[in-house]
């Protein structure tokens, strides 16, 4: 933890999205669409960590990611924690919980959708399968893939 | 009886529950029997088909003038504003919406239907068919032809027969019979158009029993409904098709040990799937089963547009 504290600077006030598995910080910036703030962003990648051996990090000054979106993150960064800073103190660590549903951010591997057209923000909803995999079912084209296919 | 129906997006056969499935049989019987001309009087319909299909159309308009109602649209979607002058297809249906009282959509793309609800300004959709997604109305109309012909819609033995893998109309009337009881499935297809695993889990899920099989011969005794569908050229491989196509013929040497209630169904077009001789059959049932989609859509469009019906 102190060796992250030296390589990736704190921030005052904000959202750190720690724990991201390591080549997923750059997919969950451009999926979330972090870099359309115009709030400070640093990014730490291939960090040390005890947990997953390497991972990234994300700090967003002055915003608080709201529950639909730090759930939304254990879609891809399923071990992922959210902690909310305040005068460079801890003030709130979230676990994200697996969605229901998942809008705007994965694409539909149809290429068919309806979802592909420009207007359109995609939608997915979980279906947990007997096997106790998770599908994912498009709202638009009701097709249903694995979710490896989706997030691939 | 209270109408759920009333106002509702008719867009996947899913979306209804058993007993909406009931009330559309009901009111399809109803108005087999005695027409209501005057049901949707002074209502303005949209058919819009932004692709061809003759025999949807046709059959959605020629229920909304038998209601009374009147209808705007067009039959093709290259020659419209759409496709003309690049307009989306949101903006379309947000446009049309202000003229009418609903609208039928039928596009190429999956999920269309369901988009033109969020820019339709609560003015009720009907899928007409988008892509190989859905086509709720086909479903109903199979389900009617069912329901009339055995009397029941549980404890069926039902065959389906072709393109299972790309075939929606197999698809929604596998959903639609699953929401009931004791019917069985039996599959019947070429290697590479299998039903999809969606469903077969599906199945799965709900315990529902099916079997795959190798021909029709061995499960013919056994049915009462024979879906048939046709295997479609333009996915296989030349070869494959021809051996696929001669597999799944069906003659009336296939229908030797029929049962006498056996009802023989297929969505249609027809190409060579099955015989001519077959059509002179008490089995054959294909003709019927489409002059059942003029009351099944009836029966939809005036319960989404009229909230009263029955006492």
Known sequence: ?152 | MRNSLYKKNIISINDLKRDELELVLKKSAILKKKPEPNLLKNKIIASCFFEASTRTRLSFETAIYRLGASIIGFSDGNNISLSKKGESLADTISVISSYVDAIIIRHPQEGSARLATEFSNSIPIFNAGDGSNQHPTQTLLDLFTIKETQYRLNNLNIAMVGDLKYGRTVHSLTQALAKYKKNKFFFISPDALTMPNYINDMLLEKKISWTRCQNIEEIISEIDILYMTRVQKERLESTEYANAKSKFILNTKTLKNARSNLKILHPLPRIDEIDYAVDYTPYAWYFKQAANGIYARQAILSLVLVEKHFK
């Open chain 1, 1 to 152: 933890m102190q060796i992250n504290k030296l390589q990736v600077e704190a921030i005052k006030c904000g959202s750190v999205i720690d724990h991201i598995p390591s080549q997923i910080g750059f997919k969950l910036l451009s999926l979330f669409r972090f870099t359309e703030t115009e709030k400070r962003i640093t990014i730490g990648l291939n960090l040390p960590s005890k947990k997953l051996g390497k991972k990234d990090i994300i700090k967003i000054e002055n915003t608080f990611l709201s529950e639909d979106q730090i759930n939304q993150l254990a879609v891809y960064a399923p071990c992922a924690t959210v902690n909310y800073i305040d005068q460079y103190n801890l003030v709130g660590k979230i676990f994200p919980t697996l969605p229901k549903k998942i809008d705007r951010i994965l694409i539909c591997p149809n290429s068919n959708c309806i979802s592909h057209d420009n207007c359109i923000n995609s939608s997915f909803i979980f279906i947990k399968k007997l096997d106790k995999n998770m599908n994912l079912k498009c709202q638009y084209c009701e097709k249903e893939f694995s979710k490896n296919i989706v997030l691939s």
